[in-house]
């Protein structure tokens, strides 16, 4: 053979793989196949990178093996995960029902996209009743999309029970369940049909990679999910699968400290003067917590307090003086971070009073008395123009 045949040839076969404690990364988009009877056996084979090599399938693997699903399909970010998810299982007639505190991209792509190709988006107040809920759905609704607790405002719906009244009518139910990470709650052993989640968080845990993932035990939900997959071309890279994996290894570990640290510091904060009210599920006496005593097997680092009421520029000063806090929007990495809230909640259909100035905390693996220290630091400064 030529030079060029014999360099496009060499090294493309190898022995058997050294086994390590992580799959290998494949990177590649063509797949050989063994003969060509199974060139179009998509059931049987990989037969194009894009469906994922061996990282990927070992991360689905373990994803199913932690959400208790009989599979689980991968999107290159959380919010995908979520629009796939609709993309799959809805169509043009159908109506969505969405709870009002839904992290605000997913709002903005039932608002933008999902109404634009003729699915109805109707908002229904997250303190409302399951009963009530369900029973208020017409004949049209599809798809009932939770999330519990809820973005930035910690309302706790009763997934159990929604679900389990949904399925009597014929509504799938799904729910963004990055707050548990899959540990915490496992949504599918309460009935609901997808489980979704921003990987991205504390799956990742080093706020380095994008991922997303829905999980589901029904077979049929899962095929609309894989093939909604593969229709739209949704695709995760195997470094990026690989470095979600590693991050999944020391989950319980990492989300045991984020929840002690959590509680820590709330209750501390919870006793400080200028604090008005607490939003932490877990936290004894606030709203929510007996569902959270319920059904959950612990807690992560991430709620929200409200300010006693004071200026824009007193919740300003607040968060410039936070020297430990990073002023961030996104949470389950090592690090902790602080926004303000009221911006977001502009959006919502249904208004609430929450005490006054909400601030969303992501408590880190930092030591929570600096973390207390620096929000004490910034405490201050807030009652400096407060007064």
Known sequence: ?????????????????????????????????????????????????????????????????????????????????????????????????????????VRRFCDQVQQQFGVTVTYVDPRKSAEDLVSGASDAVRLIFLETPGSLTFEMQDLRRIAELARTRGILTATDNTWAAGLLFRPL???????????????????????????????????????????????????????????????????ARHGQSGLQIAQWLQAQPEVAAMYHP??????????????FSGTCGLFSFALKPASNAAVDAFLDALQLFGLGFSWGGFESLAISCAPQLKVRNFERDYGGPLIRLHIGLEDPMDLIADLRAGLDAYAGLAR
């Open 189 to 255: 052993e309460h009935g609901i049909d997808i489980s979704i989640q921003a990987l991205t968080k504390y799956v990742c845990g080093h706020s380095d990679t994008f991922m997303g993932s829905a999980a589901a035990s029904d077979p049929n939900v899962l095929r609309r999910l894989e093939d909604g997959v593969t229709n739209i071309g949704w695709a995760v890279s195997g470094e990026d699968a690989y470095a979600m994996l590693r991050g999944l290894r020391t989950l319980p570990l990492r989300m």
């Open 282 to 295: 877990a936290l004894p006496g606030c709203p929510g917590h007996d569902l959270w005593a319920r059904d």
């Open 1 to 105: 053979m030529s030079d060029e045949t014999r360099m496009i040839r060499a090294g493309a076969v190898i022995g058997p793989l050294a086994k390590t404690v992580g799959p290998p990364i494949q990177r590649g988009s063509t797949v050989l196949l063994p003969n060509a009877a199974v060139l179009y056996d998509d059931d049987n084979y990989v037969t194009y990178g894009r469906a994922g090599l061996s990282a990927q399938a070992g991360l689905r693997s373990a994803l199913a093996e932690l959400e208790g699903a009989a599979g689980v399909t991968l999107y290159p970010s959380g919010m995908a995960a979520i629009s796939g998810t609709l993309l799959a299982v809805l169509k043009a007639g159908d109506e969505i029902l969405v709870v009002d505190n839904v992290y605000k991209p």
